[in-house]
């Protein structure tokens, strides 16, 4: 289970795919190993359909952590390269989350 800081903030990126990969995959699997050794960054949490809607959201510690994750010069050329080429749109919300909690059912704990 994912445990947060409170406060923490979050990162929620909303975005439709186009058809093809064109390297995306790869790109992907690059930005989450390259946000990983960002100071400040929590942890990611992603997911996509098959019509290609995907919803990321990452946490982060402080809003100042977000910015240089912004400014990062390989995350901004993919980011680039994702509006040329991935995406058809995407829409991007940063949100303080002021308190986090969560439950898990004992019977998902057993394997049952």
């Known amino acids: 289970m994912l445990k947060l800081p409170n406060p923490c903030y979050a990162v929620i990126f909303t975005s439709q795919r186009r058809p093809g990969d064109e390297g995306y995959a790869a790109a992907a699997e690059h930005m989450v190993e390259l946000v990983k050794q960002q100071p ?14 995907g919803i990321t959201v990452s946490y982060w510690a402080s809003l100042e952590a977000i910015a240089a994750w912004h400014a990062q010069a390989e995350h901004a050329a ?21 308190r986090a909690y969560d439950w898990q059912s004992e019977a998902a704990g057993t394997g049952s």
Request: glycine share 12%; net charge positive; proline share 0%.
């Open 78 to 98: 993919t980011r680039e390269r994702g509006r040329a080429q991935w995406y058809a749109h995407y829409e991007l919300q940063v949100v303080k989350v002021e």
């Open 40 to 53: 400040g960054f929590i942890d990611v949490r992603s997911v996509r359909g098959a019509d290609g809607l």
